[in-house]
């Protein structure tokens, strides 16, 4: 079982930073593939980043890569996205979630099985 309790959303002006925190309650954070995905009302979830077990192996969305950085912590069991020059397309309700699985999936919601409850990100232009 793992649980994920997501943090550090809110409202940023386009241009502006976050970060956001997933703390994670598990005995097997270390061997666990984590990702970030984010939803806006109506539309599908879309997969933002993964990041691999031991963090070597990192993965991004097109409109996000070179402006958001997915890194873990495993020693405080959390999992973090470093999001920088937002723009107002960035804003939605993200979520932090773990891989069944001791590698990375593609980036779709169905490789990923446990999900926090997510936190709002609004960028206003």
């Known amino acids: 079982q793992v649980q994920l309790v997501e943090s550090g959303g809110g409202s940023v002006q386009a241009g502006g930073s976050l970060r956001l925190s997933c703390a994670a309650s598990?005995?097997?954070?270390?061997?666990?593939?984590f990702a970030w995905f984010r939803q806006e009302p109506g539309k599908s979830r879309e997969g933002v980043a993964s990041?691999?077990?031991?963090?070597?192996?990192?993965d991004y969305a097109g409109s996000v890569k070179g402006r958001f950085t997915i890194s873990r912590d495993d020693v405080e069991k959390t999992v973090y996205l470093e999001m920088n020059n937002l723009k107002p397309e960035d804003s939605a309700l993200y979520y932090c979630?773990?891989?069944?699985?001791?590698?990375?999936?593609?980036?779709?919601?169905?490789?990923?099985?446990?999900w926090g409850q997510g936190t709002r990100v609004t960028v206003s232009s």
């Open positions: 598990t005995d097997t954070f270390g061997r666990r593939c």
């Open positions: 979630t773990a891989s069944p699985y001791n590698w990375c999936p593609s980036l779709r919601p169905d490789q990923f099985y446990y």
């Open positions: 990041i691999s077990p031991g963090g070597g192996t990192t």
